[in-house]
Every structure is written in structure tokens, then in C-alpha cells.
């Protein structure tokens, strides 16, 4: 699902901006001046934007969409300082609390994206983009009717002030990915400065052009590092509206918003009310959604999608089920190895444990045989490793040998694949094996590392939705003389711990770049896995990782970036850093018969939030909801 206005924000839907370097195709280049300098109404990656200077509209809107109604949704994702079970403050911009679903929202950006090009960004409060010919110095120039929301006008003062405090106070993720922004200047009302440091990466400029533009005004008298629950001052199409803190929380739409008008806009941000409501299970959310305090939801439990919309009103047409398709990388969700912990160091242990889930049995028992397994770090995409190394890898891949496990150069590691009985007695065999060649011992009952140590391992969570899963793979880790147990504590408990480092084993889903960049260091980069609060959870700190995410930040053309994501997949599947889970190819919509969507969906996202209406007959006719 996108975010309401497609934010090329770092804290939406827990991925990165997918984009990367600047096009010089017909559209990307406005003018040219003699110097090298170029000119351009949006920013694009390895290939031309698809719509001119002049566009009208986005292709997949509907411009007679009405304006009006409301949605209310369950919590799906987040990023930054955001959870899925509560929030304690409204700013998702820093590490401190437990973020509010939907802030990121409220704030224009310089550039927003169409959700038919996963890696390009047009105008919004700047109207254009010059850079210089090395490509280390942008210039934006703003649009002088860009406005907040109390009227005040949005200056490049309050661009460079965004920038600047992002990087010194925001976010970790944040700081991480602005640390080669060199400078944030004003040079006059409607014209910023940026210069970068000749390291930056190829994502940069995107990932600067996809900031939120706080007022440098308000910041005066409001500490910018601190929880709050005081409403921020916007600039976007919705502002905050009524909340509870920890129990729900509405955005309203701005009628007499700046931007309404802008072909980036049209037929977008049609809902008057987007509302998030938030519960401690994602069961008790479901129920919510069946008696209508929720209207939409995009299901991620196979029991419910299977079995729990057997109520009146699905079966009277009150409540629509639908799978919908998109082209969309999957990503990765694994059970995460605390790799910074001695006794998950040891890639032979780590490797060994994957032999303990049967991942055949949990589909076709637990999760109604709906899900495919994830074997990459790239699932769904033409970045995943597959066979045997080509030329090109190999060519990348050779000056490592030797540094890296010999799996790198056979055919990419795959999961086990078991016999479907949940206990497949050659598989924890082979664990066992590897174990023993780990230097891990059996004494009775208690299997020991070699420190002498019993091995155990916690799964840590902030709720249960996943103890069913864990169980059967706990049972057979048990086997082994493991003693591996699931436990579930607060969501303040769990941030806290999860910042610190502190857990054995815990449950995260990376979302998918079409154009890998920023996002790879964030989350596997050496820097990340010191730095407390990342993304980096399992603690990958790998010299060969870091010299192949460092080629993917420069790669000049997708071809030649597509060769070494598939050489840094090959690489971190031989670390056995998690085990992989499993994805989901489609989405799972549910909703109740209120609203209208175009003819012709977005290519990359159900664009539910950001094109979908209240159908006002539908909403008449159904009443639902408090």
C-alpha cells in the first residue's frame, strides 16, 4: 500500500527511496547549458522519465474522482521509530518513542514519485532541478506558492533547515544516508543549494529530494529531538486530525492545500479522513475489521485470508475479498541470527539451524499452503542469484576468493527443502553434523558450544502472530539440544531491546528497491551494524559485503548494478545470516463496498490510499463504522 502523497521518504513502509542516479534522457534534461550544467522538472535512474515537462496527470488517476468520506485501517508497516501496536509521540524523525502511523504524510517534499516508476521523482514544492556537470552541486528552485498550513510560505530557508537537522539529530537511518550532504544552503527565497562530498553515493540526490520540509519557524520554539504529541506544523495534503494516543489516529484532508492542483496531484488524496486505528493483536484487528471500525485492510494471515471471511457480510457482498498482482520485488523477511553474539559468529551454527524449520510443513499445515518460499535477498526480481555464477559475477567475484565461503562460486545456496512431515530426520541430521563440525558437543540432553556453554536461543517478539510458526521450528531445535523458547514482551520493551542490540533472534520484513542503493548499507552495511537503532539487525559486518554494497552505490547502469546485487545475493545467503521465511506474490485486499479506484491500477502498488474514493451511494447505502 503507498503512502497517501508516495513520499520518496527514508520512514515510509520501512524501505528506503528507490532511486539512484540521474537520467540524461529527453525528459531529464530541460536545458543544457555550456557548462554542463542541466535542467530538469524530475530526477530519474538509469533510464529516461516517463512523462514530459508538460504532463498533465498521472496515468493511472481518475480526475473526476470525488473528494469526500473516510477510510479507517488497521496499522500495516512502518519505519524509523515506528510500530505496529502503539505510538507516544508524533515525531517519526528521531529514534526516541514509539512513532504515529502516517506523519510522514503531513510534510511536502521537494520531489514525489508515481507509483508507475519505482525509481523516478517529479516536482512538488521545487518546480525544477539544476545540477552542475560533477554532479556535487543541486540547485532546486521552489515554487513561490508553496505554503504550510497556517499560510506561511515555504522558503528554501526551511529546505536547508530540514536537511541540516535530519542529519545532525534525525533519525540513525536518517543520518546514515545524509552523511555526504555536505551542505544545505539558502541562496534566496526560492532557490536551495546542495553540495555533496565526492563519496556520496549514486542515491543521494533522490533520497535529498524525498525529505520532509519541516518550518524552520515553528522548530524555533519546538525542541526538533524530542517526543511530542503536539500536532507539527505541515505542508501536505492532509494535516493531523483528532487522536488518542496508542489507540487511533485521523489525518484530515486540507482543502485549500497549495499543491491541489498540480498535475503530480490530480486525482490523488480524494479521501476527506484516513484514519489509522491501532490493537495490541492483529486478531483483535480483524475483528475490528468485521464489524466495520475498520473499512480496509490489506491481510497479511493466511488463517483469516483462508478461513475468517466466512461473516454476513461477505457472503451478502457488504465486504469484498480480492487478490490483486502487482510487479513488485517481494523483499526479505527472516527469523534474524544476532550474528554481534558469540554464538551465532560461527557460520557453520547459524547455517545449522536453518535445518531445523520445515518450512513445507508449516505452509501446508499453519498457513494453508498460500505462501512460496524466499530464497533471496532480492525475491522477485531479476537481482536474485540463480544457478551458477555468470562471467560477469564471476568477474566481480574472483578478487574476493578466498574471503568468502567457496558457496559463493557454486550454485546460490538454497534452504533446505524437507519432507513435509515437520520433522524431517535427514535434515536435523545434517544440523547436527554441521554442528559437531562447529565444535558444538552433546552432553545428555544439552547441546553445548564450544565454550562449553549450552546453546539457547530466544525468539523475541512484541506480539504472538508468528508463535504458531515458531513452535514446530522451536520443537526441533529442541531435538538438537537447543533449548530455544518464544517469548513476547511490550512494544516499549521491545524497541528498546531491538535498538540495543539486545535479543538473540528477532522477526523483521526488509521491503524491495527496484534500484538498490542507500538501502543496502542501511541495512547490511558494517557502519549500520554498530550503530545502535539500525537496521542491520543481524549484525552483518563484512568487508566483502561492504566493497559490494560500496559498487552498487556507483553502478552507472542497471545491467551492471543487477550483476552485483546478484553477487551480494550470493554473498549473504552463503552467511546464513536468518532464516528465510516466506512471501507472499500477491496482495490481499479486503474492504467494505465503499469506495471507488480507476479503471487502471498503478503498476507497482494497489494505490489504495493515494487514487482510491468514498463512493458516496455505496457509503449511504452501507453505513458502517462508528
Not at 576468493?401 to 519432507?419: H, Q
Not at 515458531?470 to 533449548?483: H, V
Not at 548499507?521 to 563484512?542: F, H, K, M, W
Request: glycine share 10%; with cysteine; aromatic share 12%.
Amino acid at each position: 500500500m503507498s503512502a497517501i502523497t508516495r513520499r520518496a521518504s527514508l520512514l515510509g513502509g520501512g524501505s528506503l527511496v528507490a532511486a539512484s542516479a540521474l537520467s540524461h534522457g529527453p525528459w531529464s534534461m530541460a536545458a543544457e547549458a555550456a557548462t554542463g550544467e542541466a535542467e530538469s522538472h524530475g530526477l530519474s535512474v538509469f533510464g529516461d522519465l516517463a512523462l514530459p515537462p508538460d504532463f498533465k496527470a498521472l496515468p493511472y488517476v481518475n480526475l473526476q474522482a470525488p473528494k469526500g468520506g473516510a477510510i479507517r485501517l488497521q496499522t500495516g508497516g512502518g519505519g524509523g521509530n515506528q510500530n505496529f501496536t502503539t505510538f507516544d509521540t508524533l515525531n517519526i524523525f528521531i529514534l526516541k518513542g514509539n512513532g504515529a502511523a502516517g506523519m510522514g504524510t503531513i510534510f511536502d517534499t521537494l520531489m514525489t514519485g508515481s507509483l508507475d516508476e519505482p525509481s523516478a521523482l517529479y516536482g512538488l514544492a521545487a518546480k525544477s532541478v539544476r545540477w552542475s556537470a560533477d554532479k556535487l552541486t543541486y540547485r532546486f528552485s521552489l515554487r513561490p506558492e508553496a505554503r504550510f498550513h497556517d499560510g506561511s510560505p515555504l522558503t528554501a530557508a526551511d529546505v536547508a533547515f530540514s536537511l541540516n537537522i535530519l542529519k545532525d539529530k534525525g533519525h540513525p537511518v536518517i543520518r546514515t544516508t545524509l552523511r555526504h550532504l555536505d551542505a544545505a544552503v539558502a541562496e534566496d527565497p526560492g532557490t536551495v543549494r546542495i553540495t555533496l562530498n565526492p563519496a556520496r553515493s549514486r542515491d543521494l540526490p533522490l533520497i535529498i529530494a524525498g525529505q520532509p520540509i519541516f518550518s524552520k519557524a515553528y522548530y524555533r520554539t519546538q525542541p526538533f529531538d524530542q517526543t511530542t504529541l503536539e500536532r507539527p506544523l505541515g505542508s501536505s495534503a492532509y494535516k493531523v486530525g483528532a487522536f488518542e494516543q496508542g489507540r487511533f489516529i485521523g489525518f484530515e484532508r486540507v482543502k485549500d492545500y497549495w499543491a491541489k492542483d498540480l498535475p503530480i496531484n490530480l486525482g490523488q488524496s480524494n479521501f476527506d479522513l484516513v484514519r489509522y486505528e491501532y490493537f495490541r493483536e492483529r486478531q483483535v484487528g480483524f475483528e475490528g475489521f468485521k464489524s466495520g471500525v475498520i473499512t480496509f485492510q490489506e491481510d497479511f494471515t493466511s488463517i483469516n485470508w483462508a478461513k475468517g471471511y466466512d461473516f454476513p457480510a461477505v457472503k451478502d457482498g457488504r465486504v469484498k475479498k480480492e487478490t490483486i498482482t502487482d510487479q513488485a520485488p517481494r523483499g526479505v523477511q527472516a527469523w534474524w541470527f544476532n550474528s554481534r553474539r558469540p554464538k551465532f559468529q560461527d557460520p557453520r551454527i547459524r547455517d545449522a539451524l536453518r535445518y531445523a524449520f520445515d518450512f513445507e510443513w508449516t505452509n501446508q499445515n499453519i498457513m494453508f499452503g498460500l505462501f512460496q518460499r524466499t530464497v533471496s535477498y532480492f525475491q522477485n526480481s531479476g537481482m536474485a542469484a540463480v544457478g551458477t555464477p555468470s562471467p560477469e559475477e564471476l568477474a566481480l567475484l574472483e578478487p574476493f576468493r578466498g574471503k568468502v565461503s567457496d558457496l559463493v562460486f557454486g550454485e546460490a545456496p538454497m534452504p533446505p527443502k524437507s519432507d513435509g512431515s515437520g520433522q524431517d530426520r535427514a535434515l536435523l541430521a545434517q544440523a547436527y553434523k554441521l554442528l559437531v563440525a562447529a565444535g558444538c558437543t552433546r552432553d545428555g540432553t544439552v547441546l553445548k558450544l564450544p565454550s562449553g556453554e549450552p546453546l539457547t536461543i530466544e525468539f523475541l517478539d512484541f506480539q504472538g502472530a508468528l508463535e504458531r510458526h515458531t513452535a514446530p521450528f522451536i520443537k526441533n531445535l529442541r531435538l538438537l539440544g537447543i533449548d530455544a523458547n518464544y517469548r513476547v514482551v511490550d512494544t516499549a520493551q521491545y524497541q528498546a531491546r531491538v535498538n540495543a542490540f539486545d535479543y538473540d533472534v528477532v522477526t523483521q520484513r526488509y521491503g524491495a528497491s527496484f534500484t538498490p542503493g542507500e538501502d543496502l548499507r542501511v541495512i547490511y552495511g558494517s557502519e549500520a551494524a554498530r550503530t545502535p537503532g539500525s537496521q542491520n539487525l543481524t549484525g552483518v559486518a563484512d568487508p566483502v559485503v561492504d566493497a559490494l554494497i560500496e559498487k552498487a552505490l556507483v553502478a552507472q547502469s542497471r545491467a551492471e548494478l543487477t550483476t552485483i546485487c546478484r553477487c551480494l545475493d550470493r554473498v549473504l545467503r552463503a552467511g546464513f545470516y536468518g532464516v528465510l521465511m516466506w512471501n507472499n506474490p500477491d496482495h490481499w485486499l479486503a474492504y467494505w463496498d465503499l469506495f471507488g479506484r480507476p479503471a487502471t491500477p498503478p503498476k507497482y502498488d494497489p494505490g489504495v490510499l493515494s487514487t482510491w474514493w468514498a463512493d458516496d451511494a455505496k457509503v449511504q447505502a452501507l453505513r458502517v463504522g462508528p
